[in-house]
């Protein structure tokens, strides 16, 4: 049973993220058209304004989901994001900046009701030992929703702009249906937290040693987001990229994600190696942003983004694993600051990483090669703070 709620949340997650993967190549060119003066403003504001909504909104989804059952708010998020894809895609026709970004505010709201709530389900459904593993095939759905989606939203440029959009707008509504009819409840109603219980606020979750893995995965947040936000603009200069040629370049960059998270995470990351897994992947992920610098081809570049991509296949659903392992609070809560920290970094990444592209194309890539190197400063003190949690516990039993 448990297998079988597993595969289903996979499906979503995965049809989801093919959505939301193949704007990826489409989105820079159409600001460009509607606005070429400013595409770099537009471009960083377009990605952070959807982030900044889910960011406000996700732990009020988490909440709820604690209260009213994970179902329910998976299905109205996944509802809502094929409203957002449809008002894009007609204001990618008309070349509509207001409609545009009202489309992103509508894909924000929506956002942290499908994937914070599937992490809760996930932790519902798996007990602690299989909790990476879980986190595993979650991370991988997701990478392989982006290794899909770009790549069909570079071929489907080629028939019209607004097409991916369109398309994007359709698997959302088949995935509504799938999960609609085969997706069941992992929140027993004996399990839920009662209307009458205060709402924990989300930064409850926010204490201990978790803190410190929640502020590594808002720097690993931001640094990819900067990258995503700049790559293209980055391209075009660099060897005259187009969008669909992006497409292809995150196509291998899921890909390679994807088989790192199911066949090592899932297969050979035990309870308790998470942090040793997490330490590799933040060097493999700060070596693939400084071979980036170096890109004066379509090769090289794929080459560094797919290193980039096996230590980020490494890094997140190690830290999500151990984020639902120390919460101290409801899975809901929990998954909804994580999920609030991931909307966080993508609120300051754009922002920052078109600002810097403004300033000197290489360096939104000598951000994210930094940001990584102090990210594994968190993770050593992480694991001090965490050490002496567990000594107290012994010494006090």
């Known amino acids: 049973m448990r297998d079988r709620r597993l595969l289903i949340v996979m499906i979503t997650l995965m049809t989801t993220f093919i959505g939301f993967g193949i704007i990826i190549p489409v989105m820079p060119e159409v600001i460009t058209q509607a606005d070429p003066d400013s595409k770099e403003l537009h471009t960083g504001l377009l990605l952070a304004i959807y982030s900044a909504v889910s960011f406000i909104l996700s732990p009020l989804w988490g909440g709820l989901s604690d209260r009213l059952g994970r179902r329910p708010i998976i299905l109205i998020g996944v509802a809502g994001f094929g409203i957002s894809f449809l008002l894009f895609g007609l204001a990618t026709r008309d070349l509509n900046l207001p409609m545009m970004y009202l489309a992103r505010i509508l894909g924000g709201l929506f956002s942290g009701a499908v994937t914070s709530v599937i992490v809760a389900y996930v932790a519902d459904i798996t007990p602690p030992e299989q909790r990476t593993k879980g986190m595993g095939l979650v991370g991988m759905s997701i990478g392989l929703g982006f290794t899909i989606g770009p790549g069909v939203g570079g071929l489907l440029s080629e028939i019209s702009n607004s097409a991916p959009f369109y398309a994007a707008a359709g698997l959302a509504f088949i995935t509504l249906l799938l999960a609609a009819a085969k997706l069941t409840e992992s929140l027993l109603p004996e399990q839920r937290r009662s209307k009458a219980e205060p709402r924990p606020s989300r930064w409850t979750a926010f204490s201990g040693p978790s803190k410190y893995l929640y502020v590594m995965a ?133 922002l920052a990483g078109t600002f810097l592209l403004t300033i000197n194309l290489q360096l939104p890539f ?24 567990q000594v107290d516990k012994t010494e006090t039993a």
């Open 218 to 350: 808002f720097f690993v947040t931001l640094s990819l987001a900067g990258m995503e936000a700049t790559l293209q603009l980055f391209g075009i200069e660099r060897f005259d990229v187009t969008p669909l040629q992006v497409g292809m370049m995150f196509l291998v960059c899921g890909l390679v994600g994807a088989l790192i998270q199911g066949g090592v995470v899932r297969r050979y990351i035990k309870k308790g190696e998470e942090p040793k897994y997490i330490g590799i992947g933040l060097v493999i992920s700060a070596i693939g942003f400084f071979l980036l610098l170096y890109s004066h081809s379509l090769i090289w570049a794929t080459i560094s983004l797919a290193i980039f991509g096996v230590g980020n296949a490494l890094i997140r659903p190690c830290v999500t694993s151990l984020i639902t392992q120390k919460t101290k609070v409801g899975q809901g809560v929990a998954s909804g600051l994580s999920s609030s920290m991931d909307s966080l970094g993508r609120i300051i990444g754009p």
């Open 366 to 389: 000598v951000m994210g090669g930094i940001l990584s190197i102090a990210a594994l400063l968190l993770l050593l003190k992480f694991r001090q703070v965490d050490y002496d949690v």
